[in-house]
């Protein structure tokens, strides 16, 4: 018998996790935080939905702490599986779940001190170390290999194009009556993108489970480097700094890449660019390491000798110290910080800061989920809370949809349109209510195919 079961990712865009049994054998595909509202987030604090020590192995799409950042939480609730992913992500985990520790430390001290917290003492869910020794469990699988997890499981990891290690898992099922083949999209990327290779096809699947972030609209057209282009302009001009939350991962490296271009043609000024995330830092040499992974228009660059992840002025901040420096220079400038829905990290000293002064731009540059400051601003909210206090959006804040590293429902599509034969059931997963169920929409519409939008732990029979 095999069964999948939802425990994250079926009612939202984040926390994804999914557990496949077959025969008497428990998978995991994936192991999210959730992350945004707080009916969410208290989510990761309840005790795992299934019972850790049942599960055999841990499959992670990419590295994104919405589809990662669990682990070190899980080891400590008693799994001790081996957890596989792309090389790339590999790496990328070693960067990220450490510091996911960190911060949580850092807030549960500072929430102690200003008395912020309801529980005495505020705690993290997990600490640096803990996520440190988690990463033991690791294991790096090459994309484009058939693996076998056990007798009758094997699974192949093909690049999704989201981010550097950001993986398709498509999961070989051995059965008496005839084998299932089950495939999770995990975050599915865009086509035509820099640095990244488009979302790889796929031309078979029984069971298909895939993303709809953004099932319910489509990418801005036009040329959006232009678009950027005129805010960095205007914003300049009047004398502002130009604030982009960024997802250290993939999103700070591609706007690098791009202010490049912008810079070498002539259509903004070459200003000072601060890279204020020590991750965002690290996640750029890491991507470095991996050139099998990038387009065929960045190899034609670096093979030319052109460095096209550095601006001209570019300046690395690695340190609290100068981070916070930053907030004393008035001159127009352009910073990049995490995070990229403004839910911690350095960016929040930034926008204390930055946010009552109309000269400045905040630019937003990815999803910004329900629940989360990032949304509240581009909702127009007037104040945001920030550690506790009320701070007045007087800057100008702006979005650009160009750079999401999610496919909109053309590009879904347009991947779905590479199977051969529907599915015998697609879910639809990590999405709000409208999206997903607009995207589902259009599959039945278009495709013909049986669409399912699956609730929290709700346990499907695959057969």
Same mark, same amino acid.
């Given at each position: 018998?095999?069964?999948?079961?939802?425990?994250?990712?079926?009612?939202?865009?984040?926390?994804?996790?999914?557990?496949?049994?077959?025969?008497?054998?428990?998978?995991?595909?994936?192991?999210?935080?959730?992350?945004?509202?707080?009916?969410?987030?208290?989510?990761?604090?309840?005790?795992?939905?299934?019972?850790?020590?049942?599960?055999?192995?841990?499959?992670?799409?990419?590295?994104?702490?919405?589809?990662?950042?669990?682990?070190?939480?899980?080891?400590?609730?008693?799994?001790?599986?081996?957890?596989?992913?792309?090389?790339?992500?590999?790496?990328?985990?070693?960067?990220?779940?450490?510091?996911?520790?960190?911060? *949580?430390?850092?807030?549960?001290?500072?929430?102690?001190?200003?008395?912020?917290?309801?529980?005495?003492?505020?705690?993290?869910?997990?600490?640096?170390? *803990?996520?440190?020794?988690?990463?033991?469990?690791?294991?790096?699988?090459?994309?484009?290999?058939?693996?076998?997890?056990?007798?009758?499981?094997?699974?192949?990891?093909?690049?999704?194009?989201?981010?550097?290690?950001?993986?398709?898992?498509?999961?070989?099922?051995?059965?008496?009556?005839?084998?299932?083949?089950?495939?999770?999209?995990?975050?599915?990327?865009?086509?035509? *993108?820099?640095?990244?290779?488009?979302?790889?096809?796929?031309?078979?699947?029984?069971?298909?489970?895939?993303?709809?972030?953004?099932?319910?609209?489509?990418?801005?057209?036009?040329?959006?480097?232009?678009?950027?282009?005129?805010?960095?302009?205007?914003?300049?001009?009047?004398?502002?700094?130009?604030?982009?939350?960024?997802?250290?991962?993939?999103?700070?490296?591609?706007?690098?890449?791009?202010?490049?271009?912008?810079?070498?043609?002539?259509?903004?000024?070459?200003?000072?660019?601060?890279?204020?995330?020590?991750?965002?830092?690290?996640?750029?040499?890491?991507?470095?390491?991996?050139?099998?992974?990038?387009?065929?228009?960045?190899?034609?660059?670096?093979?030319?000798?052109?460095?096209?992840?550095?601006?001209?002025?570019?300046?690395?901040?690695?340190?609290?110290?100068?981070?916070?420096?930053?907030?004393?220079?008035?001159?127009?400038?352009?910073?990049?910080?995490?995070?990229?829905?403004?839910?911690?990290?350095?960016?929040?000293?930034?926008?204390?800061?930055?946010?009552?002064?109309?000269?400045?731009?905040?630019?937003?540059?990815?999803?910004?989920?329900?629940?989360?400051?990032?949304?509240?601003?581009?909702?127009?909210?007037?104040?945001?809370?920030?550690?506790?206090?009320?701070?007045?959006?007087?800057?100008?804040?702006?979005?650009?949809?160009?750079?999401?590293?999610?496919?909109?429902?053309?590009?879904?599509?347009?991947?779905?349109?590479?199977?051969?034969?529907?599915?015998?059931?697609?879910?639809?997963?990590?999405?709000?209510?409208?999206?997903?169920?607009?995207?589902?929409?259009?599959?039945?519409?278009?495709?013909?195919?049986?669409?399912?939008?699956?609730?929290?732990?709700?346990?499907?029979?695959?057969?």
């Amino acid at each position: 018998m095999t069964t999948l079961q939802f425990l994250g990712a079926a009612d939202c865009v984040t926390g994804s996790r999914f557990c496949l049994r077959h025969n008497g054998e428990e998978f995991l595909i994936d192991c999210g935080l959730f992350q945004g509202r707080k009916e969410l987030r208290l989510r990761n604090w309840s005790s795992f939905p299934v019972q850790t020590g049942n599960i055999q192995h841990l499959v992670l799409t990419h590295a994104h702490l919405d589809h990662s950042g669990y682990l070190p939480k899980l080891v400590r609730e008693g799994f001790r599986g081996n957890v596989y992913a792309s090389p790339a992500t590999v790496d990328l985990c070693g960067l990220l779940l450490p510091d996911s520790g960190h911060i *949580q430390e850092d807030d549960a001290r500072y929430a102690n001190k200003k008395g912020f917290s309801k529980h005495k003492p505020a705690l993290p869910l997990y600490t640096e170390q *803990q996520a440190i020794e988690s990463l033991s469990l690791l294991k790096a699988v090459p994309y484009g290999r058939s693996f076998d997890l056990s007798d009758e499981v094997s699974i192949t990891l093909k690049p999704s194009g989201h981010i550097l290690g950001a993986s398709l898992v498509s999961m070989q099922l051995r059965q008496d009556s005839r084998p299932l083949q089950v495939l999770f999209s995990g975050d599915l990327g865009r086509f035509g *993108q820099p640095i990244t290779h488009d979302p790889a096809p796929v031309q078979a699947a029984d069971y298909l489970l895939v993303e709809s972030t953004y099932g319910d609209r489509l990418h801005e057209e036009g040329d959006s480097r232009q678009e950027l282009a005129a805010v960095i302009t205007k914003t300049a001009a009047r004398g502002g700094m130009v604030l982009i939350p960024s997802f250290a991962v993939g999103r700070a490296q591609e706007l690098m890449y791009i202010l490049r271009e912008l810079e070498d043609s002539g259509d903004i000024p070459k200003l000072p660019v601060y890279v204020d995330s020590p991750m965002a830092i690290n996640a750029t040499r890491l991507l470095m390491k991996y050139p099998e992974e990038h387009d065929l228009e960045m190899t034609a660059m670096e093979s030319s000798g052109i460095d096209s992840l550095n601006c001209h002025e570019v300046h690395f901040v690695r340190s609290a110290e100068h981070s916070k420096e930053l907030n004393e220079q008035r001159f127009p400038m352009i910073v990049i910080a995490s995070s990229g829905m403004a839910t911690g990290g350095r960016v929040l000293h930034h926008l204390i800061r930055r946010l009552p002064d109309s000269r400045n731009t905040i630019l937003f540059v990815g999803y910004q989920a329900e629940g989360t400051r990032g949304r509240a601003m581009l909702d127009g909210a007037e104040q945001i809370k920030i550690h506790g206090r009320y701070v007045t959006v007087r800057a100008e804040v702006k979005s650009l949809g160009y750079f999401s590293a999610h496919a909109d429902y053309s590009e879904m599509l347009r991947w779905l349109r590479n199977l051969r034969q529907a599915p015998r059931a697609t879910f639809l997963v990590h999405g709000e209510s409208a999206p997903r169920e607009a995207l589902a929409r259009r599959i039945r519409e278009e495709l013909g195919w049986r669409v399912i939008l699956p609730g929290h732990l709700e346990e499907c029979t695959l057969t």
